[in-house]
């Protein structure tokens, strides 16, 4: 795992390569974002003006702010200007954010323009025209890779006279329209504390002004650590603004300055800060405040609860004929019955440490996941729908092999390890959707130190083998179970019924998550794995070795999974009887602005809880009737893929994966709703 002082070693060698290349010879290539050097409206000899140098990104393209954060490169100017003319400092535009790999980079990813105040010789004669010319440099880069850029532009000046010129009225609306893009400069100085681990600061801003989105870009580089969480409260007409400070940071030698960022539209202001005394306290802005979490008591026993329910949510039908055919076996042997509860439980403990060790590890790597992150992997889905496919035919009798937790005959160490990857299995396939208990205790695990939060995940882990294990060790209910006999030749037939439908469901998400092309690899590769399996059936059943049959079918599952294509971006059309939007930072930020109710849920192709709350209460002609008439704007975050904006929206309301789903009043307060909706729900929140 690629630790994150590894991605800034890696940034911090690509922005001197940048600087290496700049300093380079130019190749005679297209530019990815296209400059323009634009004069601005005429001035008077010794008076002031504007140059506008205008930035076009390509589509995919950033370039980036004079701090570009944990990686880029700012631009840089080489001005040659008349005699006794003066270029002075670049001013830009309120930049955004964008996390890559767990790096925290300062872009802009349309078209911006950068104003630079342009003073104009005290000798030059009314009527002329100043030549002025800029070399500049800029780093032009997608999410994958950058390039050094750089252009000679020029333009002239149009020299006015004291008693005024006429002006240009388009040029000077376009200049006015990009200055409105400016940071406004606050008229009072905010002020700070460094320390070790934070910079905390004070900036004066009235309580009116509304904050939709805000954060704090730093001009001076390496003074904070930029991908960190930032905390804001106010307190009367301050801003109090908490932000971690960077690993070997610098230390500023009598002050700072930055941008604070209001809103996703791009409005903002520019302070100043020098050192003095910060309030504490104040009150928490929505959405910024680190939660308080409950004491680990009571998130194990959520944990404990949230597994244990989950034995009764939609999402654990894909394993119920795995887990009948192991209760199928339980009433043989008290001491068999006993060793396969706790090999289960082993099974599903070792998968939910596993998938949280993996999870925190990316996490910490800056990888923008959450819980059930394996099945956002089409090459996993794929993994998952061979294996479903293989065990329904094992179940109908096309080939013998040991099912996970189900073997007819055996030695006890066959029945310890089938049940044992039977819990395996379980975990891995039951814990994409989160249940009530479950998701209070997985979004905590995201905020606790490592060994708490495996404490977390491995309770979980208990909490779904607990039916399992109570039936192994409490007679009265093992007592309850059929004796084995021949009934359960027939029994394991009809098992393959539910296993075939969660082979269905799984092609079906193949096709969802990688188009119609990649599902169709996908079959034919199904297809040569059960071609060879039904072969090795045919050598079984005559008595003869199918061992190499055996390690063929799974080589070409293999090699078929490593070979498929990188599955095609699916469309983000939404078949909705609501009037349904894309979830979006954006979106939301809008649509909480409006002062409409705003009812937002969370869902992916692989969640079931989700798919039976869609049909039981949201796809409802009576939700749709009372969500109109209400005015209600609907945002539905698709989580099927991974989506950097939609885990961080989860992260921050405490979830860990879906179902999630949160009603905004009218007065812009937040409330999360029932995992498991009830029909008539949503009607009556809307009519409240």
């Given amino acids: 795992m690629i630790s994150r002082r590894y991605r800034h070693f890696v940034a911090l060698m690509c922005q001197l390569l940048a600087m290496v290349l700049f300093a380079a010879p130019a190749a005679a290539a297209p530019n990815h974002i296209a400059a323009d050097l634009i004069a601005g409206p005429t001035a008077a000899p010794g008076e002031e003006t504007?140059?506008?140098?205008?930035?076009?990104p390509e589509k995919g393209w950033h370039g980036y702010w004079v701090n570009p954060g944990d990686a880029g490169l700012g631009m840089q100017l080489d001005w040659t200007l008349p005699k006794g003319a003066k270029a002075?400092?670049?001013?830009?535009?309120?930049p955004h954010t964008l996390l890559v790999e767990g790096l925290m980079n300062h872009v802009y990813e349309k078209r911006y323009a950068v104003l630079v105040p342009f003073t104009l010789p005290a000798d030059a004669k009314p009527g002329s025209r100043l030549p002025v010319r800029v070399s500049a440099q800029w780093l032009a880069c997608t999410e994958q890779i950058c390039v050094p850029e750089s252009a000679e532009l020029a333009t002239e000046i149009t020299v006015g006279?004291?008693?005024?010129?006429?002006?240009?009225?388009d040029?000077?609306?376009?200049?006015?329209?990009?200055?409105?893009?400016?940071?406004?400069?606050?008229?009072a100085p905010a002020t700070m504390v460094l320390s070790d681990k934070s910079l905390r600061l004070a900036i004066p801003l009235p309580a009116s002004v509304e904050l939709a989105a805000p954060h704090v870009f730093?001009?001076?580089?390496?003074?904070?650590?930029?991908?960190?969480?930032?905390?804001?409260?106010?307190?009367?007409?301050?801003?109090?603004?908490?932000?971690?400070?960077?690993?070997?940071?610098?230390?500023?030698?009598?002050?700072l300055s930055g941008v604070l960022k209001l809103d996703e539209a791009g409005n903002g202001v520019a302070f100043t800060a020098k050192p003095g005394a910060v309030p504490t306290g104040g009150e928490p802005v929505a959405g910024s405040e680190p939660r308080e979490l409950p004491a680990l008591p009571w998130l194990l026993l959520?944990?404990?609860?949230?597994?244990?329910?989950?034995?009764?949510?939609?999402?654990v039908f894909p394993i119920l004929s795995l887990k009948a055919l192991s209760l199928a076996r339980a009433g043989e042997s008290e001491a068999h019955a006993r060793i396969e509860g706790l090999a289960y439980t082993a099974g599903v403990v070792v998968a939910c440490l596993a998938l949280g060790g993996i999870l925190l590890a990316l996490r910490a790597?800056?990888?923008?996941?959450?819980?059930?992150?394996?099945?956002?992997e089409p090459l996993v889905v794929v993994a998952l729908f061979l294996l479903a496919s293989a065990i329904t035919a094992n179940l109908l009798g096309l080939f013998e092999f040991t099912v996970p937790g189900f073997a007819a005959s055996g030695s006890p160490r066959s029945y310890t390890q089938g049940a044992f990857a039977t819990g395996l299995l379980a975990a891995f396939v039951a814990t994409p959707c989160t249940g009530p208990f479950m998701a209070s205790a997985m979004g905590a695990a995201l905020l606790l130190p490592v060994a708490q939060a495996l404490a977390l995940f491995a309770t979980l882990g208990l909490g779904i083998a607990l039916p399992f294990l109570a039936i192994a060790f409490v007679p009265a209910l093992r007592t309850r179970l059929p004796k084995p006999g021949a009934w359960m030749v027939k029994f394991r037939r009809w098992m393959a019924i539910p296993m075939g439908l969660t082979a269905l469901a799984l092609a079906w998400l193949v096709w969802k998550v990688g188009g119609a092309g990649f599902a169709a690899l996908t079959f034919v590769v199904a297809l040569l794995v059960l071609d060879v399996l039904a072969w090795m059936g045919r050598r079984q059943r005559r008595g003869q070795g199918a061992t190499m049959h055996a390690?063929?079918?799974?080589?070409?599952?293999?090699?078929?999974?490593?070979?498929?294509?990188?599955p095609a971006p699916q469309s983000a059309e939404l078949d909705s009887i609501l009037d349904t939007k894309p979830f979006s930072e954006k979106a939301l930020a809008e649509a909480r602005a409006s002062g409409k109710p705003v009812f937002v849920y969370m869902t992916a192709d692989w969640c079931l809880t989700c798919k039976v709350n869609e049909e039981v209460a949201i796809e409802r002609a009576e939700t749709k009737a009372a969500f109109e008439k209400a005015g209600v704007v609907v945002l539905r975050g698709d989580w099927t893929r991974r989506d950097p904006q939609i885990t961080r929206y989860l992260t921050d309301q405490g979830a860990a994966g879906v179902p999630l789903y949160v009603w905004y009043a009218g007065n812009g307060k937040a409330e999360q709703l029932p995992q498991v909706l009830s029909a008539d729900l949503l009607a009556s929140k809307a009519g409240a």
């Fill in 50 to 56: 504007t140059l506008a140098i205008r930035m076009t």
């Fill in 88 to 94: 002075g400092k670049p001013d830009y535009p309120v």
């Fill in 161 to 169: 006279s004291a008693q005024g010129t006429t002006q240009d009225t």
């Fill in 171 to 187: 040029l000077a609306a376009q200049f006015d329209t990009w200055r409105q893009r400016l940071p406004a400069p606050l008229d």
């Fill in 218 to 255: 730093i001009r001076e580089d390496k003074i904070v650590d930029y991908a960190a969480p930032q905390v804001f409260r106010r307190k009367g007409d301050t801003l109090l603004v908490t932000i971690p400070r960077a690993r070997f940071a610098a230390r500023p030698a009598d002050g």
């Fill in 302 to 315: 959520a944990a404990l609860a949230g597994g244990l329910l989950l034995n009764v949510m939609p999402c």
């Fill in 365 to 376: 790597g800056g990888e923008q996941v959450g819980w059930a992150f394996q099945l956002q």
């Fill in 551 to 566: 390690l063929a079918a799974a080589a070409i599952a293999i090699v078929g999974i490593v070979l498929l294509p990188k």
